[in-house]
């Protein structure tokens, strides 16, 4: 099955700088790659997505970045503010076949006022 | 949102004791996924299931059975709990290229 690395599992960084947090998969059939976002005590929600055919995606503040050829994505923070602080994880999927999705073991982001 | 829903919240059982927890989702998506979170690993895939009586096993299914007889139910039960099934369990759905969503989980406690 697949295997997803996620890296650094903290993270501090002073308000306005920026966070970037790298994953790696082992599956070159995964193409799909959510990142989620866990408050404390609360569900992961999807923050951000990027399919294998995309190289990048931004949303406002945040962004995803996919190299395939290496197999790894990261995510990138800017202007990081409090309530960014949580627990990213990131995913990989294979959507065409079983849709099983595998996370990483998580970062835990805080941001310094 | 109340899309999908788990019950109970918290649960705390006895080791051996058989403890079922609830997932329900009103979307009628077709794929529903059990998961476990545990400090350092992150999520652990136990069961899944791509469309009613069509279920699987993921990375860690050993003590847990599921069923799926309706589109919108997916249980999860330990049949003999044990101390190392403590642990929070959240339940997800999805259909087709649809984003994964999480139910609240539950907090399960063996004692």
């Known amino acids: 099955g697949e295997n997803v690395e996620q890296h650094p599992s903290t993270l501090s960084v002073q308000e306005g700088d920026s966070a970037v947090i790298k994953c790696t998969y082992s599956?070159?059939?995964?193409?799909?790659f959510p990142w989620y976002k866990q408050e404390l005590g609360k569900r992961p929600q999807l923050i951000i997505d990027?399919?294998?055919?995309?190289g990048e995606k931004k949303d406002q503040r945040i962004a995803v970045t996919l190299n395939k050829t290496a197999k790894h994505f990261s995510l990138h923070i800017t202007e990081t503010q409090p309530e960014d602080s949580a627990v990213y994880f990131c995913?990989?999927?294979?959507?065409?076949?079983?849709?099983?999705?595998?996370f990483g073991t998580g970062t835990s982001l805080t941001v310094i006022p | 949102d109340a899309g999908i829903t788990q019950s109970p919240r918290y649960k705390i059982t006895e080791t051996g004791r058989q403890v079922t927890l609830m997932c329900h989702q009103t979307?009628?998506?077709?794929?529903m996924f059990w998961y476990r979170q545990d400090l350092g690993h992150g999520l652990r895939l136990i069961y899944y299931?791509?469309?009613?009586?069509?279920?699987d096993k993921g990375e860690v299914p050993d003590g847990y059975v599921v069923s799926r007889s309706k589109t919108e139910n997916f249980p999860l039960t330990l049949e003999s709990a044990t101390r190392s099934q403590t642990s929070v369990y959240f339940c997800?759905?999805?259909?087709?290229?649809?984003?994964?969503?999480f139910g609240n989980g539950t907090r399960l406690t063996v004692t």
């Open positions: 990027i399919r294998s055919n995309v």
């Open positions: 995913a990989a999927s294979n959507r065409r076949t079983g849709n099983q999705f595998y």
């Open positions: 997800a759905s999805c259909v087709g290229d649809s984003p994964l969503h």
């Open positions: 299931s791509a469309a009613a009586d069509i279920t």
């Open positions: 599956d070159s059939a995964s193409n799909y």
């Open positions: 979307w009628s998506h077709s794929y």
